[in-house]
């Protein structure tokens, strides 16, 4: 049990800067997801805190104790790495136990622990094998084993599932889900995959370019992302950005889309300002595709709108409709059991009570 | 129409198999000549070595021998006894060579292995110009470096010696041997290191028990490499030791350009023979292993 706090981190790789005055706090028992496009810095901040890269300005705290300079041995956490990192050279057996036998644990402990995890990772059969007879959905069950034997502070997670298959990965979301619930040690895990960020964290810490643009409870970071590159890198299919510019009339506050002749506004009525926007100011128009619905007149903030499908996909549950918005594409996402063609209008709603709006220059929600 | 494009098909299709037959036999018989061209040498050394000096004079240096005689390989052993005192013959020096091969080739291997798990592994601040000094060592002719190293071994008081070949052997080698190990090392992924890291292995345990036990291909690669290389060294053997200290390939030609009155070619093959006998032993034994390391990529793991 323990908690981790990040200060002010930064590295530098040479000329680039690969993390920039980074913060965190992590308490007790949370699972942490660092989430970001590849070279976001996202994995050398889990080295760092692992203690397999050195810190140049900064400090991390575990429970109190600065562990700039600690060993990674020494920091009680384990690892588990996107290759698996086995032991080529040692069964499945010493390969689990070979951490616990460095720190010379009692042999009847080592047993003990290496049955009770091994069951609970359905490894117990595979104990004699070597890795290379192994698949990579026990592969990775291994390396977890090998985490979890060692009872650690802390875990780390280096993208764990990026080399399973589709399904493979599902399960193995699935039990490290399950694992978090019954030991209740915190975790920090990285990854690039979204849908494995939202399906895990208790909190996510959206990166880029060195900097944490965003931490917050998954369902913050969906519905109130604070900027566009997080609004944009969560969701799938990704959120519908429609640039325009803002227009407040009789103390009511619109959004009138790019290039409309005519005098179409959406209002803006029960819309959070963090800051209140100025007349003609440019703004991105941001809803997600979940919010273009059937026309549904329950619906409490809501316009309606008339829309020419361009593209059709279905995805088994329900279908991705891409419409021509004004001259956008949007995409929407209704159920399967409504006849859309391809250029015959659908009469929709959208709901405007969940939608962002970000300021054009800075890219942040305003 | 049909069955005629049909027939031209079949036409195709069956000059095309001739063809193919017509090349792979070529192909064997080119194969063929060559392995005859390249084992002749040898054929005409163990020939030559059974005869005795008489049908050796002959001429006829392609037949078989009359009645397979195996005087001449004795000689070569373990001389004629006390009759002729100067005569040179290979069993001492065979037994030299070995006590500074086996030593020189252990020796350098495992710095080699060291020394590639440290640049790739624990990569420290001017790693990559270190590497290069050593690569850098593999390019140094040998010349260039017979009047330093006898001064050094002067200066230590191994000259003419044993211990100061082996040295000699290690320090050479090391270039090479490190340039294997490290290009090895580079392709097993660095995660593994960090894994046994947290795990709290350090240095020495993590090349010992993680790195060492997948490293096979890769050392039977070196110890054939230095092996073959130490053992058929002259230049440093005959510039370095003389006498009684001198490896084989230098009592070799000792006792080749020595022989005072008639040259006795059928002692000669066989000297040349035994002298090679090792280094055949190693290729046979271990020659697949030689292959499947050259080419050995990453460790599935």
Not at chain 1, 141 to 161: N, S, T
Not at chain 1, 175 to 180: A, D, Q, S
Not at chain 2, 26 to 41: E, H, S, V
Request: some cysteine; hydrophobic content about 45%.
């Amino acid at each position: 049990m323990a908690t981790l706090k990040v200060n002010n981190l930064t590295k530098d790789f040479g000329n680039t800067k690969v993390l920039k005055q980074i913060n965190l706090e992590v308490s007790d028992g949370e699972f942490i997801v660092l989430l970001g496009p590849s070279g976001c810095g996202k994995s050398t901040l889990l080295n760092m805190i692992a203690g397999l890269e050195s810190v140049d300005e900064g400090e991390i705290i575990i429970d109190e104790y600065v562990v700039n300079r600690v060993e990674p041995k020494d920091r009680n956490i384990a690892m588990v790495f996107q290759s698996y990192a086995l032991y080529p050279a040692m069964t499945v057996r010493n390969n689990v136990i070979f951490g616990l036998k460095q720190r010379k644990v009692s042999k009847e402990h080592i047993e003990k622990s290496l049955n009770r995890f091994s069951k609970m990772l359905q490894i117990d059969q595979l104990l004699d094998r070597k890795p290379a007879q192994l698949s990579g959905g026990q592969r990775q069950r291994v390396a977890m084993g090998r985490a979890l034997v060692r009872e650690p502070q802390i875990f780390l997670f280096d993208e764990p599932l990026s080399n399973l298959d589709a399904k493979l990965r599902v399960e193995m979301r699935h039990e490290i889900n399950k694992l978090h619930e019954q030991l209740g040690t915190t975790m920090i895990y990285v990854t690039h995959d979204q849908v494995e960020a939202m399906s895990l964290a208790t909190r996510i810490a959206v990166m880029n370019e060195g900097i944490i643009q965003q931490i917050g409870t998954p369902q913050e970071i969906y519905d109130q992302p604070n900027s566009i590159f997080v609004a944009d890198f969560v969701g799938s299919p990704s959120i519908n950005l429609v640039p325009g510019k803002f227009s407040v009339e009789k103390n009511q506050f619109f959004f009138i889309p790019k290039q409309m002749e005519e005098n179409f506004k959406i209002p803006l009525k029960d819309y959070k300002f963090n800051n209140r926007p100025s007349e003609g100011q440019e703004v991105i128009f941001g809803f997600r595709p979940e919010h273009i619905n059937l026309e549904d007149k329950s619906l409490k903030f809501q316009i309606e709108l008339n829309l020419e499908p361009i593209l059709i996909e279905l995805t088994g549950y329900e279908q991705n409709i891409t419409f021509d918005f004004m001259g956008h594409e949007v995409i929407g996402r209704l159920p399967r059991n409504i006849n859309a063609q391809v250029g015959k209008a659908i009469s929709l709603s959208l709901n405007l009570s969940e939608i962002s709006i970000f300021d054009k220059i800075s890219t942040n929600r305003i | 129409m049909q069955t005629l494009e049909f027939q031209n098909i079949k036409k195709i299709e069956r000059s095309a198999t001739r063809k193919r037959i017509f090349f792979r036999w070529l192909l064997f018989l080119m194969l063929g000549l060559f392995a005859l061209y390249y084992i002749a040498p040898l054929y005409v050394m163990i020939v030559t070595s059974l005869k005795t000096m008489e049908e050796i004079r002959q001429g006829n240096l392609m037949s078989l021998p009359g009645e397979i005689i195996f005087d001449s390989w004795k000689t070569a052993w373990s001389g004629r006894g006390g009759i002729d005192a100067g005569n040179v013959f290979l069993r001492p020096f065979f037994w030299n060579s070995l006590k500074m091969v086996v030593p020189a080739v252990a020796i350098s291997t495992f710095f080699g292995a060291m020394n590639g798990y440290a640049l790739t592994k624990w990569r420290f601040k001017g790693d990559n110009l270190l590497f290069l000094a050593f690569l850098f060592g593999c390019f140094i002719p040998y010349q260039a470096i017979l009047l330093p190293m006898s001064r050094t071994l002067g200066i230590l008081g191994i000259s003419n010696s044993i211990s100061g070949l082996v040295l000699v052997h290690t320090v050479y080698g090391l270039s090479f041997t490190t340039l294997f190990f490290r290009n090895y090392y580079i392709s097993i992924p660095d995660e593994m290191i960090k894994a046994a890291r947290i795990d709290g292995a350090g240095f020495f345990k993590i090349f010992f028990k993680v790195l060492l036990p997948i490293s096979s291909p890769i050392i039977v690669v070196t110890v054939i490499w230095q092996f073959t290389n130490i053992w058929n060294d002259f230049l440093f053997g005959s510039s370095f030791s003389f006498g009684e200290a001198a490896p084989i390939q230098v009592a070799l030609n000792n006792m080749v350009l020595t022989s005072t009155s008639v040259k006795e070619y059928n002692v000669d093959m066989a000297a040349a023979f035994i002298a090679g006998i090792p280094t055949l032993i190693v290729y046979v034994l271990a020659g697949k292993y030689f292959i499947r390391g050259l080419t050995a990529g990453s460790v599935k793991g």
